[in-house]
């Protein structure tokens, strides 16, 4: 259904605003990690207009341009690559960090991520990583450091401080007979050098489908995978590696990959009501590789549980934080809504609906989650007309953090600096890196 942004809602809860969130995650979203009771978040205020049409920020917040993609340049040489997406950034010493970055780049696209030996998969394909070190708003270098892969979404961070970058795809050279070899896999990326240039080396047991994001539980090692698909929708998986933990490259040695089963719930999209908790199954991939059907459709009907639009995912605490951008009825949801974001909590087994965007709002379309260092977690919005990074706050109520002023492109990569000063994201169709600043301290 489409959704005017600028409708009025009434009777949704969170001041009319269509979106509700639950108390339950109150610790998570308040900002502190201490026992005290935590100040209530109101928001940083209205976005002031950005004299230079690019992103409005509440007042005494200010933005840098890190890079421009096809104008500026990558160490080295080439233009940086184009349609920048999920990142992470690693601490490097004292007010330095290194990102690791994705390019979503399909087949004939432009502003390609340059080539290199001991990087490259697939000499036809367009997309990967480049790694780019910062100190604070100052860009130190920025390198390509995975190439010959296709639409790099999003991806996950892992405990041993490696990049896990998603190709969001199933083309393979029977569909695109100018590609050399087979997509939709997981890569290893580590910024710090310690896989000596073997980047380029598909995680097959992860799968082969359209990849979102990952999660890894630091505790046990377990990985948590989106799939953003439909025809059908896409799934939530969970790979138990055989070297769980097991640092840069152990991935490698393969695992078991299963999907989620809520049992009596085919489609996530027809829980509405918050704080509903159901109990998790999950079921063994019987060909993760998809050698002849996608892994979502290796099911029989009501063995596993779809998920509309199934998007970003981060780990904070001891959970997951799953996000489904928007469902559609006339698409073949269950129910409609905007945005909704469930808690994924491994040691009960549960899934908890903690966040619904109902339609109608100024928010909608979630993407890319994160979570800063103090606890506050960060939506990226790729939704209908504006575009918002969006603060949510424990009561339920969204308080935008940035406007995209420039387009309507999506805003992506969202990651905080380890000390928590700086917020790294993208504009992604208009391929601008920005750092953010401010006082986070007033919210």
């Known amino acids: 259904m489409a959704v005017n942004r600028r409708q009025v809602v009434v009777g949704t809860g969170a001041a009319g605003l269509g979106f509700a969130l639950s108390g339950a995650v109150s610790s998570v979203f308040a900002g502190t990690a201490s026992a005290a009771t935590p100040k209530k978040f109101t928001g940083y205020g209205e976005l002031v207009p950005d004299p230079k049409g690019l992103v409005d920020l509440p007042s005494g917040f200010r933005y840098t341009v890190l890079s421009r993609a096809g104008v500026d340049s990558l160490t080295g040489g080439g233009a940086v ?16 960090s290194v990102l690791v970055r994705n390019h979503e780049l399909s087949p004939g696209g432009t502003d390609l991520v340059p080539q290199q030996p001991g990087i490259t998969y697939d000499p036809a394909a367009p997309g990967g990583t480049t790694t780019v070190t910062v100190a604070g708003d100052r860009l130190l270098s920025a390198v390509p450091s995975l190439a010959g892969t296709i639409r790099n979404c999003a991806g996950g961070n892992t405990p041993w401080r490696t990049w896990l970058s998603c190709e969001e795809t199933e083309e393979t050279p029977a569909t695109n007979p100018a590609l050399t070899k087979r997509h939709g896999y997981v890569f290893e990326v580590d910024p710090f050098g310690r896989l000596r240039d073997r980047e380029a080396v598909p995680l097959t047991a992860l799968g082969r489908f359209a990849h979102e994001a990952v999660a890894v539980d630091p505790q046990s090692g377990c990985l948590y995978l989106t799939e953003d698909a439909s025809k059908p929708y896409g799934l939530i998986y ?8 097991g640092g840069p490259g152990s991935l490698r040695a393969g695992g078991k990959l299963q999907a989620l089963q809520v049992p009596g719930v085919p489609d996530l999209s027809a829980i509405s009501e918050l704080h ?6 999950w079921v063994d991939v019987p060909d993760p590789d998809a050698a002849t059907v996608s892994t979502r459709k290796q099911f029989a009907a009501g063995k596993v549980t779809q998920v509309p639009k199934a998007e970003g995912i981060f780990w904070s605490g001891r959970s997951a934080y799953v996000v489904s951008s928007y ?4 698409d073949g949801a269950a129910r409609d809504h905007a945005g909704q974001v469930w808690k994924l909590d ?28 103090n606890g ?7 939704g209908d007309g504006e575009q918002y990074l969006i603060a949510p706050s424990a009561e339920g109520v969204p308080y935008p953090l940035a406007r995209n002023a420039v387009s309507d492109s999506e805003w992506a990569g969202a ?29």
């Open 327 to 330: 469902a559609r009825t006339a």
């Open 238 to 245: 969970r790979f138990l590696p055989r070297k769980p933990l």
């Open 81 to 96: 690559p184009g349609a920048p997406d999920g990142t992470y950034a690693f601490p490097l010493g004292p007010g330095r």
């Open 376 to 382: 506050g977690i960060v939506l990226c919005e790729d």
């Open 346 to 373: 491994p040691k009960k087994g549960t899934l908890e609906l903690v966040l619904l965007i109902e339609p109608g709002g100024r928010f909608d379309g979630p993407d890319n989650i994160t979570v800063s260092p």
């Open 276 to 281: 509903t908790t159901v109990q998790l199954s």
């Open 415 to 443: 990651t905080f600096s380890a000390d928590g000063r700086w917020l790294y994201a993208h504009i992604q169709s208009d391929g601008l890196t920005v750092a953010i600043t401010g006082p986070w301290w007033r919210g």
